[in-house]
């Protein structure tokens, strides 16, 4: 039987028109943010036993999780992007075999558009364009990063809570607000943990309303190992951007104000929430972690560029705050153009991405204009660490690596989905001088793949940088994903183990490993007297606000099972 479209080409199936979904039909936009690898999986379910090419270290035990954010619905707009879906993978590595898991976040968001069947929430951060159906309804999609928590797996993302997951069978629990203990509209994916104190240091920006007023109300906690908030400070940054990543040191917290600025005006008009700003500069705001008012923030300001995701952070001899992280020298997120002008697609080619130090005096007067002491041509982004040398002085970091210099297939892959991170970095910073770059130790993916943010997986007992690191491989010409592992100072001698998936996962953002004695001890723990993680049992303030002010109204929503209601 000849296709329907061959019989009626007049009849459009396609279902947008002037960039909005018509009708039911279940097609996902024909667009580059939904093709190639980042073509919508829609997929949960395990794979037991991995086919593996080399040896998996024996001595590997633990999970690999990441967040790989899969589009559930056909969106709402035509010209969506990556950011807006969920999802959460979990690679269980044990006796030299490996297991694969992957399942969506349940969040309010989600649970909605089940119900639905269909996508309710509209632009990137924008509930102005959402339907009118979810006023009221939590909308982020905990996509951002996951890490380990006192016996749970916190999915979050910087426009919303957090979300707690069980780290065995990754069952969502519910949205998580630290027992009643922080209640903001949103909170950060880059939460940083103090590996001496056992502290959670974290923060959130845009806290003053609903997470969507566009304000520069920034608050940074501290956790303690016991669950116990034991630190909050509030205040105002210089002006209303992103602030995605966070350093801290043994007395500071360094928060990077990236120049992409919010605008309600623009959200109202049905616009993206975010501007670039070029001719505005990048900020560093230092933060006391301890003790702290508004007015001990200190400011300190550079010439434009784009903040990429942070190494480490310490305080040197001077008592001088050693900040590296990578800084783009224009705009990443070229999908969110300077105010009134189009999206350069091809402006990420362009950029060039170094490694910068810089170093923050406490001393120093907010308003005070600096310039790197350091720049490593590293051209990457995706920084990691030895995570046990937080808060210290670090010789080893991690990083994807873009070298333009490498072949690559273009005929068999296309674009390269996320960007030509074609290779895997690791350097050393010289011992002796923090003035000085070190060494480099590259390996090339190849001519038709790409890699995914890293993460580190210590020796039991080895000193910093010993042990293995792990990253997802993009496999753009099968479209198909593996995971790597190589020794974490040899990765230049190729990878250990090759961990074979046979199906694709869309581009994910970041991730962590998690030692398997740590997820057996928070287990028996919870098991006893600590007992089971405890989901948020109130709706956020601002929803409560919405309910008081359309009284006798039903709002159609759920905040962790329940719905909100007057």
Request: contains cysteine.
């Amino acid at each position: 039987m000849a296709h329907l479209e061959a019989l009626a080409p007049e009849i459009s199936l396609y279902p947008y028109s002037n960039g909005k979904r018509v009708g039911d039909r279940v097609k996902f936009p024909d667009t580059a943010a939904f093709s190639s690898m980042n073509k919508a999986a829609r997929f949960e379910g395990d794979i037991f036993n991995l086919e593996v090419t080399g040896e998996i270290p024996r001595d590997i035990n633990g999970t690999f999780y990441r967040v790989q954010p899969d589009h559930r619905f056909p969106p709402i707009f035509e010209d969506d992007i990556h950011f807006v879906s969920e999802g959460v993978t979990a690679i269980r590595i044990a006796d030299g075999h490996a297991d694969f898991k992957q399942r969506y976040v349940r969040t309010d968001k989600f649970l909605a558009e089940e119900k639905a069947r269909k996508a309710l929430f509209g632009r990137y951060r924008n509930p102005y364009t959402d339907n009118e159906s979810v006023k009221g309804v939590i909308r982020t999609v905990s996509n951002t990063n996951v890490t380990f928590w006192r016996g749970m797996l916190l999915a979050s993302k910087e426009d919303g809570p957090p979300f707690a997951m069980d780290p065995v069978t990754l069952e969502t629990i519910g949205r998580y607000d630290f027992e009643g203990q922080i209640k903001t509209p949103t909170f950060t994916a880059h939460p940083k943990f103090d590996p001496d104190t056992g502290e959670m240091l974290c923060f959130a920006y845009e806290t003053g309303s609903n997470g969507s007023d566009c304000g520069a109300d920034v608050v940074t906690w501290t956790i303690n190992a016991d669950g116990i908030k034991t630190e909050e400070l509030c205040f105002t940054a210089p002006f209303a951007g992103m602030i995605h990543d966070c350093g801290v040191s043994k007395n500071y917290m360094v928060l990077p104000l990236t120049p992409i600025k919010m605008s309600l005006d623009r959200l109202k008009k049905g616009g993206n929430k975010f501007a670039w700003d070029p001719k505005e500069d990048q900020v560093y705001g230092l933060v006391p972690r301890r003790g702290g008012k508004p007015e001990d923030v200190i400011w300190f300001r550079a010439d434009n560029g784009f903040h990429g995701h942070v190494a480490g952070c310490y305080e040197n001899e001077e008592g001088n705050v050693i900040f590296d992280l990578t800084v783009a020298d224009g705009n990443v997120f070229f999908w969110f153009p300077p105010e009134g002008e189009p999206p350069d697609f091809n402006q990420r080619t362009r950029l060039s991405s170094p490694t910068c130090r810089w170093i923050l005096d406490p001393k120093a007067k907010s308003g005070t204009r600096i310039k790197p002491s350091l720049q490593w041509t590293t051209n990457g982004e995706f920084s990691r660490i030895d995570d046990r040398v937080v808060t210290k002085k670090y010789k080893h970091f991690w990083q994807l690596r873009v070298d333009p210099t490498q072949p690559y297939d273009f005929a068999k892959c296309g674009p390269p989905a996320g960007g030509l991170f074609n290779c895997m970095a690791h350097y050393t910073w010289d011992p002796e001088d923090e003035s000085k770059t070190g060494e480099e130790d590259v390996w090339f993916a190849g001519p038709t793949a790409t890699y995914q943010e890293p993460v580190f997986i210590p020796k039991n007992g080895g000193a910093e940088g010993e042990g293995y690191l792990a990253a997802l491989k993009n496999n753009l010409d099968e479209l198909r994903n593996d995971v790597v592992i190589w020794d974490a100072q040899k990765l230049a001698a190729g990878p250990l183990a090759t961990l074979h998936l046979p199906l694709r996962l869309r581009l994910g953002f970041h991730g962590n490993f998690v030692d398997q004695r740590d997820i057996e001890e928070w287990q028996q723990r919870r098991a006893g007297d600590l007992g089971p993680v405890k989901p948020a049992n109130e709706p956020l303030p601002w929803q409560t606000e919405i309910v008081s002010n359309n009284a006798g109204n039903k709002t159609n929503g759920d905040s962790n099972g329940h719905d909100v209601k007057s």
